[in-house]
């Protein structure tokens, strides 16, 4: 399976670290804004090929497939335009920033029958993966999940604390983690609402966000967001269910009273991000629909336009 990984920033490394551990996987092409940052990620991983040109790797006969790291601005277009390449392609989270963007994506899918996942690493998480298998038994029932999305990113900074060439943002991105684990885990959402704070001056996005939820088994979600939280970062997920309360710090789980789960026997790996590959390059290779597949989570784009709906209408 030869891999072209496009996006040679912090995201594209802890794909690429995933790649590595996944039998029978060559990575065959890097693709970055930047040809000097291409070439030095191209030598750290083996690829043959590096290029600033996505098009010039999509046009390469040694390409099987794409993940596409890429900002989220370009996400709709560069996955239609893989597609249309004949490429399977992995488009990290999110699939797009808006509703008719999203659909024109699952269009695309639909007409090329081609393997089209997004990057909704949530639901690969082994913390995530432990608590839907039991709920999926019907061991247990979310009532309630409370999340905190926490970043301190006044500047336009990536994970690396490197300057970004694009715009963050809280509703397209980070909300579409919980919006699609909360319908993963509690069922359909069937009513959202949202408020934010101001708008950043010079980012022009809102630098806080509130989020309600209710999906169509009953069950609440309250999601808070913020880029001017100055303590723990990340993203805290809270389960608190008919027969427990859990709580999911990316690939570990507590109890509510803090005491450690055991993840040991959930998945082959304990890293979302090589989990979520190795589901990718396993439904290409069988040919099926992968878990987080364009199709799976296109409802979650339909609530994040209606927020957007909302929070236009507000200001």
Known sequence: MRIAVAGAGAFGEKHLDGLKNIEGVEI???????????????????????????????????????????PTQMHAQQAIACMNAGKHVQVEIPLADS?????????????????????HTRRFNPSHQYLHAKIAAGELAVQQMDV???FFRRKNMNAKGEPRSWTD????????????????????IVQANAIEGPTHPDLGIAMDMSIQLKSERDAICTLSLSFNNDGPLGTFFRYIC?????IARYDDLVTGREEP???SGVAVSNNGIELQDREFIAAIREGREPNSSVGQVLDCYRVLGDLERQLEAAR
């Open 242 to 246: 008919d027969n427990g309360t859990w």
């Open 99 to 119: 509703w008719a963007d999203s659909l024109a994506v699952d269009a695309k899918a639909r007409e090329t029958g081609l393997t089209c996942m997004v990057g």
């Open 28 to 70: 065959a092409s890097i693709v970055s804004r930047r040809l000097e940052q291409a070439q030095a990620v191209a030598d750290k991983y083996g690829a043959p090929h590096a290029t600033t040109d996505l098009d010039e790797t999509l046009a390469r006969d040694d390409i099987d497939a794409v993940i596409l790291c890429t």
């Open 148 to 150: 905190q999305t926490y």
């Open 169 to 188: 943002h809280l509703l397209w991105h980070h909300a579409a983690h919980t919006v699609d684990l909360f319908a993963y885990q509690a069922g359909r």
């Open 261 to 263: 789960v055991d993840l």
